[in-house]
């Protein structure tokens, strides 16, 4: 059974991906709570140290989706909001290419922010994301290969475009 000490350390990866995903401290933190309560229910089910952070972040990403199956609304963050975020201030250029890089997640799709998050911010391997998500791998390299070219351009000025979902 894998150690408490281990899913202590877990925890402000956790926060990171629960604010991604909420754009908002409170309920982030309410996710990774719900999260760890979760977990710590079903800790006797993990084999090994090694399945347990991805196992982790499938119990979120679950609660975060039942969570927007219910309530039916996105959350939003505005560019202020992403700013306000960052703890330590940046230089000048550092700054402003933070912010740039913070909108352009901001404009992702929530799918494509995900699967950048997981993998470029997280470390997971392309398996695991798709084992964490439900969907398979080739669908976690298009989305995060869809995601850096968003992102790239949204850095270097480009236009973005309009997407449009069919109902």
């Given at each position: 059974?894998?150690?408490?000490?281990?899913?202590?350390?877990?925890?402000?990866?956790?926060?990171?991906?629960a604010w991604s995903?909420?754009?908002?401290?409170?309920?982030?933190?309410?996710?990774?709570?719900?999260?760890?309560?979760?977990?710590?229910?079903?800790?006797?089910?993990?084999?090994?140290?090694?399945?347990?952070?991805?196992?982790?972040?499938?119990?979120?990403?679950?609660?975060?989706?039942?969570?927007?199956?219910?309530?039916?609304?996105?959350?939003?963050?505005?560019?202020e909001d992403a700013?306000?975020?960052?703890?330590?201030?940046?230089?000048?250029?550092?700054?402003?290419?933070?912010?740039?890089?913070?909108?352009?997640?901001?404009?992702?799709?929530p799918d494509q922010?995900?699967?950048?998050?997981?993998?470029?911010?997280?470390?997971?391997?392309?398996?695991?994301?798709?084992?964490?998500?439900?969907?398979?791998?080739?669908?976690?390299?298009?989305?995060?290969?869809?995601?850096?070219?968003?992102?790239?351009?949204?850095?270097?000025?480009?236009?973005?475009?309009?997407?449009?979902?069919?109902?």
């Amino acid at each position: 059974m894998p150690a408490l000490a281990t899913l202590e350390e877990n925890i402000p990866s956790l926060r990171r991906y629960a604010w991604s995903l909420l754009r908002n401290a409170s309920d982030a933190d309410d996710l990774v709570q719900d999260c760890l309560v979760r977990a710590l229910d079903k800790i006797g089910t993990v084999r090994s140290e090694g399945q347990l952070r991805p196992w982790l972040f499938a119990i979120m990403h679950n609660l975060y989706i039942n969570r927007w199956r219910r309530t039916k609304v996105r959350a939003e963050v505005s560019a202020e909001d992403a700013d306000a975020e960052v703890s330590v201030p940046p230089a000048q250029q550092a700054g402003t290419e933070m912010r740039d890089v913070m909108r352009g997640l901001a404009e992702l799709p929530p799918d494509q922010r995900q699967v950048i998050l997981l993998v470029a911010v997280e470390g997971f391997e392309y398996a695991e994301v798709a084992g964490m998500l439900g969907i398979p791998i080739g669908t976690v390299m298009s989305r995060l290969s869809r995601a850096r070219d968003r992102l790239r351009d949204f850095v270097e000025g480009r236009p973005q475009p309009v997407l449009r979902r069919v109902k």
